[in-house]
């Protein structure tokens, strides 16, 4: 090592929370050895914990142990503060506070950037500083760094994926063991995939936050998140499994946002179809064999076409690594002494222009409807007349099982608008022969 | 716009070649709308073709046209010089006159790269300028950015992938329809998929040059491209497809680097094992599914656990988007007006270490091989000595088919040293009994 080399200064960093991300990230900072080289130069300076006394399972030096988050926020030799304490308040006000007294951040907070994103980037452009948020989408998969950088050239057209590690965990058990939605449930909780109130994960709503972050970097706009059609797995129920699978697919929770035309126009406005709801998966797609807590995204784009990211979507480990690697891209900047205090435009990414969300009913999407009818002749016609008269062409209609509750009829449409399929249940609930319409989802 | 904006300098960019990457990198930068806003800052000023008066695809102005590449090298105007010409010289010479009078580089050039790359860092960093080189391996997949930034908080314990389309083809191809390599090569070839001259990339060398690349940023350390052991698959015989197949696995051609030990020793050149060859894939397996001219890179490493990049790895546009991502990660340091000509150490990638290949011999993997042998009784019990001798333990032995021509046997073997199967296999083809050793591949 040189001696301007040792001479270095070392990057300072506070830490708000000692949980599991916390604990990850302080032991990759302890030990550097074989990772980057800039690793070591990253000091842990100060960490924010509920409990100074609590025993944990790594060694840190009580010294920098605080109850006082602001304590760490207020540090001036402090210049990046990581948040993963989670939830919107006060993590909000911490990161405003740190950026306003100009420190860069790095938060793994899905459910805060997703809803006070605008807000926090315009903060950061305004005090010239970055807050990097990798570990927030994808546990330790590269995808944010990916969009605003590697694939930049492109103009995107979707963004798709599993990005819910505890569902695609129900999902993928149900389906191999025929088990039903509360019977795995309760095994994923026993085994800590699933939290104990799973309301977020399994009603959709941590998908939601994960992909109104993904679409605001993909298509350069900000997300409305609360207007975003969400639907879970929780009314799951695991007959619409076997019949999928039959049927040649699998059932994923998928989030999906798509620029309408083709993202080039000179509209002032780019309009997006975005939602979240369990999703029949050809056995041909690549998204088909994501199983487990594996989370997986695809982008498509012009001229890229389709590219996809796999791995790990949560954990401490793969958490942590997305965390650190937001810390480096910070540090890497700040070697360079930029005196002017401007920001490199990739790693800042604000926002270019504005999006918005079209209806929901506007959505396109192939459909999945199972129904149990009269076991009578003339009920499958009848349906097939009242799709037809809302313009919903049918790819394939098939008579399941015809028992003492009556008959299934499993429908798979074509490409329609999704207020033409609300339309036609509506009409096929009046139905006599019709008894209920079991289920419908999206199929890709 | 701002005023401020309008009035920002363009960043000014040379070309070398206006082939098919040229070509589409032109094409990106011509039509800005719906990309990252950034790529408008960026003006195409000069670009070196082989002949000016050429007809093509795409409107540029004569003006821009010149037949030597000197003149775009030597242009005071020009920030970032783009070589997409390939082939060692003249690259290698342009590109390092290119950083010597301070211009930062952008090249897709694998075989230039895997080669002298070490010269070419050293002399970039040496004059405080970049050279980034994301289209040379995997296309427009992201995966030298992520190895350089996003998974640098990590312990890279193995890189593993399909990198080469042309061969992937042809597997998926030969799998698919039972077809033989020469009958598929020939397709391909008339498909654009393959050269007229296809050596590069069937006999593995295209694979190898991309997996020194990989290593070289995963490990930190320059790789010995020469002592890459590389076997391709134009010895492949289809019979080999149908018997993996059988016992529940592919054959692709793998590029795996795989540190030995945990990569965090204190030794001062971490040890690598590196091997390009034809190899069973388990079903189960995410490489399985990687078909056609596609690629995937999969990542192991810690705290991280497995993470896989999967997209086209070749073509135009893919690899145009790579090139302009390049750029633009260029473009978007510089607009921090950094006075000090300090490089940002995560973008300039410069080796931290040494590393050094293992003897081919010392190489630990599964191992598929397929012989022939006389039809008589004792023949699966001598095979079997052998390989006990050697200490090479076996995971399953097939007697496949006895005809007129013999039996033929299938052994897939437990992991074991490569230098143990090639002494078995010596003394293998010594019995009278064995007709031949007609295959002999790795296996995961």
Tied chains: 1, 2.
């Excluded at 963004?159 to 965990?169: A, K, L, P, Q």
């Excluded at 085994?191 to 993904?214: N, S």
Aim: one cysteine or more; glycine letters at 10%.
């Amino acid at each position: 090592m040189t001696e301007s080399e040792i001479m270095k200064k070392k990057i300072k960093v506070g830490l708000l929370g000692l949980g599991t991300v916390g604990t990850g990230v302080a032991e990759i900072l302890q030990t550097a050895k074989g990772r980057n080289p800039l690793v070591s130069d990253i000091e842990l300076v100060r960490i924010a914990v509920q409990d100074t006394s609590k025993k944990r399972c790594i060694s840190i030096p009580e010294s920098l142990l605080t109850q006082s988050a602001l304590e760490v926020v207020d540090d001036d030799s402090i210049q990046i503060i990581v948040e993963v304490i989670g939830g919107i308040e006060p993590a909000r006000e911490l990161i405003l506070r740190a950026i306003s007294s100009g420190k860069s951040v790095v938060t793994a907070n899905k459910a805060l950037i997703a809803r006070h994103g605008e807000e926090i980037a315009k903060a950061a452009n305004d005090a010239g500083v970055y807050v990097l948020i990798e570990a927030a989408v994808g546990g330790g998969i590269p995808i944010i760094e990916p969009l605003k950088q590697s694939l930049g050239a492109n103009r995107i057209t979707q963004v798709s994926g599993i990005i819910n590690g505890t569902t695609n965990y129900i999902l993928s058990r149900m389906s191999k063991d025929g088990s039903d939605y509360q019977e795995v449930l309760k095994d994923a909780q026993e085994l800590g995939y699933a939290e104990a109130d799973p309301a977020a994960d399994v009603e959709g709503q941590d998908a939601a936050d994960k992909i109104a972050i993904l679409s605001g970097l993909a298509f350069g706009g900000a997300i409305n998140r609360e207007r975003i059609p969400t639907k879970g797995i929780n009314k799951l129920q695991s007959q619409d499994i076997t019949y999928a699978n039959k049927l040649g697919y699998g059932i994923k929770l998928l989030a999906i946002a798509t620029a309408i035309g083709d993202n080039k126009e000179t509209a002032s406005s780019l309009p997006l179809a975005l939602c979240v709801e369990p999703t029949l998966v050809p056995k041909e797609h690549p998204l088909y064999g994501v199983n487990g807590v594996n989370n997986a995204i695809l982008i498509d784009g012009d001229p890229i076409g389709e590219v996809m990211f796999y791995g790990p979507g949560a954990g401490a480990g793969p958490t942590a690594s997305a965390v650190v690697a937001d810390i480096l891209n910070i540090a890497g900047v700040q070697v360079l002494n930029n005196s002017l205090n401007s920001l490199d435009p990739l790693l800042s990414a604000a926002y270019w222009r504005d999006c918005h969300l079209v209806e929901e009913r506007e959505i396109l999407q192939k459909n999945y409807v199972r129904l149990i009818t009269e076991d009578s002749p003339g009920v499958i016609g009848k349906i097939g007349s009242i799709f037809g008269d809302n313009d919903v062409s049918i790819q394939s209609i098939v008579q399941f099982d015809a028992n003492d509750i009556g008959a299934e009829i499993v429908v798979i449409t074509h490409q329609v608008k999704k207020g033409a399929i609300s339309n036609s249940l509506l009409s096929i609930r009046e139905l006599t022969e019709v008894k209920s319409v079991e289920a419908h989802m999206g199929c890709l």
